[in-house]
């Protein structure tokens, strides 16, 4: 089991990154470690690195090993945040649940993430966060994000327009007020998670052009359609420069709400294979969960509590950390 599993990798570690580990999850033959680098030098980090690899590649299945760093490194200082798009072909697919957790996981890993909510269709990220009804203030201008409950300030659509009027935006609107929030004082912000809308309209395309993302994660359910369309949604992003960290499956199997067994009603493995036709990492798996539907809508992120659901999306979080640390 990946627990155990976990536990036997966990003692293979050397001393100094025993010391220095902040989380270990293993899925699907993958580890993927948070280590506190703090006050290391970037050679110290690299051979800290080199010598976790080396000690767990090859042991308990394990035929790859990640490695994310965190803490202050003596390289340049990034001006703002670091953001990740996350994106998805169509509608419907969990984008916003998984825009919501991921940040919120990350958060949990020790990242002070932030979130931006740009679905102009079905701006849910208030209700996600049990933040409804919430306004930003603005200091010169500068939209101030909302806090909360879960260490993940953030800023929606939802809360630039009158509560109950209809977004019915058009282009510009919408354009602008994607840019008002991304240029909100995001200071101490590391990750900025932008939940897009689906598709590959304008919305996108203002992304793309002013405030260019550091990558792309999207979001599919294994169903054929829903995969074409991921399809276009990779591409628009590839097209734009903008680097794909990985697809990440949503609704994938069904996970029993008596005995928590998975069964797989829409197929199994399809994003992970579209992910592999296409060149671009698969970031892993989320169970079609009513868990997850009960507490998104209760506005507790599953993400934030301590079930098989919070694992699932701190896995996907390991995996982005380890992403955003090679680079
Ligand atoms: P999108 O942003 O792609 O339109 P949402 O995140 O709004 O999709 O999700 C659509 C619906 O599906 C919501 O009711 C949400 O709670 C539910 N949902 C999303 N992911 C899951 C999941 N893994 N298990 C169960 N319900 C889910």
């Given at each position: ?5 976990a536990e ?6 050397p001393?100094?990154?025993?010391g ?6 293993v899925?699907?033959g993958?580890?993927t470690?948070?280590?506190?680098a703090?006050?290391l030098r970037?050679?110290?980090r690299t051979?800290?690195?080199a010598?976790?690899t080396?000690?767990?590649k090859g042991t308990?299945g ?7 760093m965190?803490?202050?490194r ?8 670091r ?13 916003s ?7 919120v996981?990350?958060?949990r ?7 931006v ?11 996600l966060l049990?933040a409804?009804?919430?306004r930003?203030q603005?200091?010169e ?6 806090e909360?409950?879960w260490?993940v ?7 630039l ?7 019915a935006?058009?282009?510009?609107m919408?354009?602008?007020a994607?840019v008002q929030m991304?240029e909100?004082d ?15 309209g304008?919305i996108?395309l203002?992304?793309?052009?002013r ?5 792309a994660v999207i ?8 995969l ?24 994938a ?9 998975i069964?797989?009603p ?6 992970q ?5 296409m ?5 892993g798996r ?9 507490e ?5 992120p599953?993400?934030?509590g301590?079930?098989?659901q919070a ?7 390991g995996a ?5 640390a090679?680079?």
């Open positions: 089991m990946t627990s155990d599993n036997t990798l966990k003692a293979l570690l001393v100094e990154a025993a220095r580990l902040q989380s270990l999850r899925a699907d993958r580890a470690l948070v280590l506190d703090g006050g970037e050679d110290q051979a800290l690195e010598e976790v080396a000690a767990l308990a394990i035929s790859e090993v990640r490695v994310a965190m803490g202050e003596s390289a340049p200082q990034r001006r703002g945040p953001i990740i798009a996350v994106g998805s072909g169509k509608g419907g697919v969990g984008k649940t998984v825009a919501a957790n991921l940040a996981a990350l958060a890993l020790g990242y002070k993430a932030g979130l909510d740009a679905d102009i269709y079905g701006p849910s990220q208030a209700r049990g409804e009804g919430t930003p603005a200091r201008k500068q939209l101030l994000p909302v909360s409950r260490g300030p953030f800023l929606s659509m939802a809360q327009v009158e509560p109950g009027q209809a977004i935006w058009r282009g510009p919408a354009g602008n994607l991304l909100g995001w200071s101490g912000v590391d990750v900025l998670v932008v939940d897009l809308p689906p598709g590959t304008d996108q203002t992304m793309l052009q405030f260019k993302p550091e990558g979001v599919s359910t294994p169903q054929d359609l829903a074409i369309d991921a399809t276009r949604a990779v591409s628009l992003f590839e097209k734009g420069g903008v680097p794909i960290v990985g697809m990440i499956e949503n609704m199997g069904y996970a029993c709400p008596h005995c928590g067994e069964s797989d829409f197929g199994a493995g399809g994003a294979t579209a992910a592999d036709e060149g671009v990492a698969f970031l989320i169970p079609l969960d009513i868990a997850i539907r009960r998104s809508d209760a506005g507790t599953p993400a934030a301590d079930g098989p694992e699932a999306f701190a896995t996907l979080a982005l950390a380890a992403w955003l090679e680079r």
